[in-house]
């Protein structure tokens, strides 16, 4: 699996981001696809993650994000999107995407990486 993520940028506290990863292959809708962070001189930290075909797209947040932050996929357009709400400083950092045949919420081990997208939050 190819993953390429999109959609970050700069932008001011409160405002808003989708993000989006196109991934490759057919068998798209059964894996599970994950967002993670990374904060300057921070460890890689998961976001959120939406289950594939076999967990009936269940979701899955990070209680820092909860409530804010939605993920959702489009298994015709082989596409996981992470629509970001009232953005935060602290949520600043490169986000990526992944993907597994299980959900995972530790980065440790994770099968398929796509590069980075960097979202910068002002205050």
């Known amino acids: 699996v190819q993953l390429q993520a999109s959609g970050g940028g700069l932008v001011q506290a409160g405002d808003s981001l989708r993000l989006s990863c196109a991934a490759s292959g057919r068998t798209f809708s059964n894996y599970h696809m994950g967002w993670f962070r990374q904060a300057p001189g921070k460890e890689r930290e998961f976001v959120s993650a939406?289950?594939?075909?076999?967990?009936?797209?269940?979701?899955y947040y990070s209680d820092s994000v909860r409530g804010r932050f939605t993920i959702s996929r489009d298994n015709v357009k082989n596409t996981v999107y992470l629509q970001m709400n009232n953005l935060k400083p602290e949520d600043t950092g490169v986000y990526y995407c992944?993907?597994?045949?299980?959900?995972?919420?530790?980065?440790?081990?994770?099968?398929?990486w796509g590069k980075g997208t960097l979202v910068t939050v002002s205050s």
């Open positions: 939406i289950s594939g075909r076999g967990g009936g797209g269940s979701t």
């Open positions: 992944s993907a597994s045949i299980s959900v995972r919420r530790s980065p440790d081990g994770m099968p398929y």
